[in-house]
């Protein structure tokens, strides 16, 4: 497995044609110069996921949703179904707990990573 470090590289010198600030990266001892893009730049960054909120993991229509606010649900129990792609997506509840609340309802279209459910 690589050793792989990236620092930024204040020298000023040329990267490339322009004179602008290059990242540094080091992997298995060498060490590259490179350009990050804006899009690199600018995007969302990783958070660490909270067991307590429940995402979509694909954009789809909910069918029916079989919980709401204040009950009392085990791991395994159906939470709702999600139509994707003509298919039926059971989404099931991840652990034992208490919803805090629904944040959809029946027939919403949602987007991929949309909070779908809280738990307390």
Request: aromatic share 6%; hydrophobic share 30%.
């Amino acid at each position: 497995m690589s050793d792989m470090t990236h620092q930024a590289d204040n020298s000023g010198e040329d990267c490339g044609q322009k004179k602008v600030r290059c990242k540094s990266l080091v992997v298995d001892g060498g060490k590259y110069r490179t350009l990050l893009t804006k899009k690199y730049e600018n995007r969302r960054k990783w958070e660490k996921p909270n067991p307590k909120q429940i995402y979509t993991y694909i954009p789809g229509t909910v069918r029916e949703i079989f919980v709401s606010s204040g009950d009392r649900v085990k791991a395994g129990d159906k939470m709702l179904i999600l139509e994707a792609m003509k298919m039926y997506n059971t989404i099931e509840v991840p652990a034992d707990g208490i919803v805090k609340k629904v944040h959809v309802s029946s027939n919403d279209r949602l987007p991929k990573g949309h909070l779908i459910v809280e738990f307390e």
